[in-house]
T-cell receptor, first 110, second 107 residues
Framework: DVKVTQSSRYLVKRTGEKVFLECVQD?????MFWYRQDPGLGLRLIYF???????EKGDIPEGYSVSREKKERFSLILESASTNQTSMYLC?????????FGPGTRLLVL | KNEVEQSPQNLTAQEGEFITINCSYS?????LHWLQQHPGGGIVSLFM???GKKKHGRLIATINIQEKHSSLHITASHPRDSAVYIC?????????FGTGTSLTVIP
């Protein structure tokens, strides 16, 4: 079974803090994605990566950056957290046909 | 305008009822996915469809490519079916997601 893990299930941070969300997949997938999920808005793509050291902006990249130093690991970085970044963050890894999601990280920015 | 629209947004049913969730999309697709998200956040893939119909246990998914429409049916619903059901379409390398249907099945 494909496994996608995220470093934290719940996080509470203060405004202005730098936040790291880590995602690891164990199936040697090239494609990895970071989404945020908000009520009424569904899943929105923040950034994605098709290969190591490669990144592409998604629909809502502002306020975020990413890092993909190794194939299995894709990190989402909030350089200076703001309250409007309070959300559920979901990482996904995929083949050409199917996406596999991590359990999600609920981030609260106070 | 969203590329993927789902209805209803919220649905409450009595245990045992037959449930239908609808998904319409506006883009040309390679495949359509139905996803399930339980409280707590984890998302699992239920079906991937490019034509016709698929069945898995009490779940049935259908797609009409000409009408750009898919339905997810749950027969003999059970409280453990309570979850958010998300429709997603793949076009090329891109995925588009619906906003989800929140289903509550009452014992």
């Amino acid at each position: 079974d494909v496994k996608v893990t995220q470093s934290s299930r719940y996080l509470v941070k203060r405004t202005g803090e730098k936040v790291f969300l880590e995602c690891v997949q164990d199936m040697d997938h090239e494609n990895m994605f970071w989404y945020r999920q908000d009520p009424g808005l569904g899943l929105r793509l923040i950034y994605f990566s098709y290969d190591v050291k490669m990144k592409e902006k998604g629909d809502i990249p502002e306020g975020y950056s990413v890092s993909r130093e190794k194939k299995e690991r894709f990190s989402l970085i909030l350089e200076s957290a703001s309250t409007n970044q309070t959300s559920m963050y979901l990482c996904a890894s995929r083949t050409s046909e199917t996406q596999y999601f991590g359990p999600g990280t609920r981030l609260l920015v106070l | 305008k969203n590329e993927v629209e789902q209805s209803p947004q919220n649905l409450t049913a009595q245990e045992g009822e037959f449930i239908t969730i609808n998904c319409s999309y506006s883009v040309g697709i390679s495949a359509l996915h139905w996803l399930q998200q339980h409280p707590g956040g984890g998302i699992v893939s239920l079906f991937m469809l490019s034509s016709g119909k698929k069945k898995h246990g009490r779940l049935i998914a259908t797609i009409n490519i000409q009408e750009k429409h898919s339905s997810l049916h749950i027969t003999a619903s059970h409280p453990r079916d309570s979850a958010v059901y998300i429709c997603a379409v793949r076009t090329g390398n891109q995925f588009y997601f619906g906003t989800g249907t929140s289903l509550t099945v009452i014992p």
